[in-house]
């Protein structure tokens, strides 16, 4: 289905929608790091929110897990950040407050990630700037290669740099330096382990499973981040996912 942000409206009687989930994969993280809560935003992947996804948007995550079960609430919270722009920064300071109070109650820390289905920055950058940010930590991967130059080393913002086959200059950049961690999507089978290393560029590096969990943040640096093939990625034969045999 092809979405059209421009002529989508909301009408007056719409409901505000959620802004934030939870999926399998936070569940998972708040299994293997107990002391945090783990929470996301799914907006409706489109080109004007992936402005680099030339490369990965046929195979986009939202084809895979529960997310296609979840596409009318994608929808709704992508017309609602095009259409009111402060209504939905607003609305997501809100619930994250609200979240963030919940887990330090418990003694944890929150942990968000903006982009669970897109690769957008002024509406986080909102909230970074603010004084007393409504999240512990945020994080996010993105293949704006400027974004992470520009925010390494800010302890309040992990990013990491997501490889599409095509930007193998950017990648090993970054992993020789130690800026930031590449992840890469492997034709590896779910049942089945990762490799130990893996060749970018002529370069052999140590592979994470980052399907173990979603805090790239309490990573060192100048890792490669694998990850397996999910939704219509499994049936990928372009140059995103990447061969490991």
């Not at 092809?2 to 989508?8: L, R």
């Not at 409901?15 to 399998?24: D, E, H, M, V």
């Not at 993280?29 to 799914?42: C, F, R, S």
């Amino acid at each position: 289905m092809k979405f059209e942000i421009a002529n989508s409206s909301l009408k007056r009687k719409d409901k505000i929608p959620t802004l934030l989930s939870k999926t399998t994969k936070t569940e998972k993280t708040e299994k293997e790091y107990p002391d945090w809560i783990n929470v996301l935003t799914y907006l409706y992947p489109n080109k004007h929110l992936c402005k680099f996804s030339d490369n990965c948007f046929s195979t986009c995550l939202k084809t895979s897990g529960r997310l296609p079960m979840a596409k009318k609430a994608m929808i709704k919270r992508t017309k609602l950040l095009y259409q009111d722009k402060m209504t939905f920064i607003n609305t997501l300071e809100i619930e994250l407050r609200k979240a963030k109070k919940s887990a330090n109650k418990k003694g944890k820390k929150l942990a968000y990630r903006f982009n669970g289905t897109s690769d957008r920055f002024d509406e986080l950058k909102h909230l970074l700037d603010m004084k007393d940010q409504p999240f512990d930590q945020a994080y996010d991967y993105t293949k704006d290669f400027k974004r992470v130059l520009d925010y390494q080393g800010y302890k309040g913002y992990n990013l990491t740099f997501s490889y599409d086959g095509l930007n193998k200059l950017e990648a090993k950049f970054l992993l020789k330096n130690k800026i930031a961690n590449v992840s890469v999507v492997m034709n590896t089978k779910k049942d089945q382990e990762l490799p130990k290393t893996y060749n970018l560029n002529g370069v052999e590096y140590p592979v994470l499973d980052g399907d173990k969990h979603d805090l790239r943040f309490t990573e060192n640096k100048g890792y490669i981040i694998g990850l397996r093939a999910k939704g219509r990625a499994i049936k990928n034969n372009g140059t995103f996912v990447q061969p490991t045999n």
